[in-house]
């Protein structure tokens, strides 16, 4: 029996017990290496080379353990591997480069092990190079299963009717099909990512990807999903989930700030609210507003004034007094936006208070608005949304 054999040893050490103790350095080691020598690691991130070395300790235990038994893996062993390498296949990263990094490593994993071999370890030197050869073939052959069935799911028929249900709700039209009765429009913004400035177009895949996937876990298989570096639209059957809780997640799966405006629709009705949820966004990006899910009942006072009227115009031309003094203005700005609070206003304009009191009172003194009177306040507020939404 496997079992009962010798464990393999190269002077003095038995191999799988340094491999289980010295696989969290060695796997740091060998993610450097593979960003050193192979030009797809080279553009990643020190975050996503983190990923790499976590999935790299991972596979040093599976071999670990190959070491221990004297034999190759079994198939349970290899789910970890053949999940990342689906997730690497998702997000566009070259299959040459995932399977030469198995190589490249496990050449590595087996000189650092073979350096202080001594002639009595020729025969366990043997065996290990044969475990080696053997791990790197099973390996391999399950990574690049799984990594081209993954790439296959994504150009399935099943992903093109996805879109094309999607592009036809879209469009006003509704298929004779089964659908769910309601839906959440979600249109989406992403931030730039910080690999999207090195890592280039694959950065900007890997970030879709992850979002999609998100998506998909949260809100199931029947969510539909077109989406670009800098966001897009979801459609989200409406179960019982959390959609703040499935924007924040997003942003964990995406590594960036995410923000979304989202509105509930009949599959009928989808054409229409993608266009609502689109202007929402707009809103909660031209107004700075920090990330997460934003509904109308959240921007009904900016909605309103994004609509064309004459009171839109004549709030518009409130603060025209203003124009030629910018300092004024952004004094008025920030101090209704820290709640009258001269001093929180004074500090983050990095003024004396009373300077804040003497530009608010010449404020007053050329518009007639008072932010101490409660209706002109209010006047004052919207006058200032429609300038920040450029209405004036």
């Not at 020190?46 to 976590?54: D, H």
């Not at 025969?123 to 791990?135: F, H, I, K, R, S």
């Not at 509904?295 to 839109?312: G, I």
């Amino acid at each position: 029996m496997t079992d009962h054999k010798e464990p393999l040893t190269i002077n003095g050490t038995v191999l799988y017990r340094w491999l289980l103790t010295e696989r969290g350095r060695l796997s740091h080691r060998l993610a450097r290496l593979l960003a050193a020598e192979i030009p797809a690691y080279r553009r990643l991130s020190e975050t996503e080379l983190g990923t790499i070395a976590r999935i790299t300790e991972v596979n040093l235990q599976v071999f670990a353990q190959s070491l221990r038994r004297r034999a190759a893996p079994e198939d349970g062993e290899l789910e970890p591997i053949t999940a990342s390498a689906v997730q690497r296949a998702g997000e566009g990263f070259p299959l040459d480069a995932v399977m030469s990094a198995y190589s490249t490593g496990m050449l590595e994993t087996w000189r650092t092990m073979a350096a202080d071999a001594r002639p009595a370890d020729l025969a366990d030197v043997l065996a290990c190079t044969e475990l080696v050869l053997g791990y790197v073939q099973r390996a391999c052959t399950a990574v690049a299963a799984a990594y081209l069935d993954e790439r296959r799911r994504m150009d399935s028929d099943e992903q093109h009717r996805r879109y094309a249900l999607l592009s036809a709700l879209l469009r006003g039209e509704l298929p004779a099909i089964p659908l769910p009765e309601r839906y959440l429009v979600l249109a989406l913004n992403f931030d730039r990512h910080a690999d999207e400035q090195t890592g280039g177009v694959m950065a900007a895949h890997r970030k879709v990807y992850r979002a999609t996937e998100a998506l998909r876990r949260s809100a199931g298989e029947g969510v539909l999903v077109l989406l670009e570096p800098s966001g897009g639209t979801a459609l989200v059957p409406v179960t019982d989930i959390d959609f703040a809780d499935l924007v924040a997640e997003l942003g964990t799966a995406t590594g960036v700030e995410v923000r979304a405006a989202g509105v509930f629709a009949a599959p009928a009705e989808v054409s229409a609210a993608a266009q609502q949820a689109a202007e929402l966004l707009e809103l909660v990006l031209a107004l700075g507003k920090p990330p997460g899910l934003y509904r109308l009942p959240d921007l009904l006072l900016e909605y309103q004034l994004t609509r064309p009227s004459a009171a839109r115009d004549a709030l518009a031309g409130l603060l025209e007094p203003l124009e030629e003094h910018p300092d004024l203005l952004s004094t008025v700005q920030t101090y209704l936006r820290l709640g009258l609070d001269r001093r929180r206003t004074a500090a983050e304009l990095h003024l004396h208070p009373n300077t804040v009191d003497y530009r608010v009172r010449r404020a007053v003194a050329l518009t007639g608005l008072d932010p101490a009177d409660p209706q002109q306040l209010q006047q004052i507020g919207a006058a200032l949304v429609i300038r920040r939404l450029g209405g004036a």
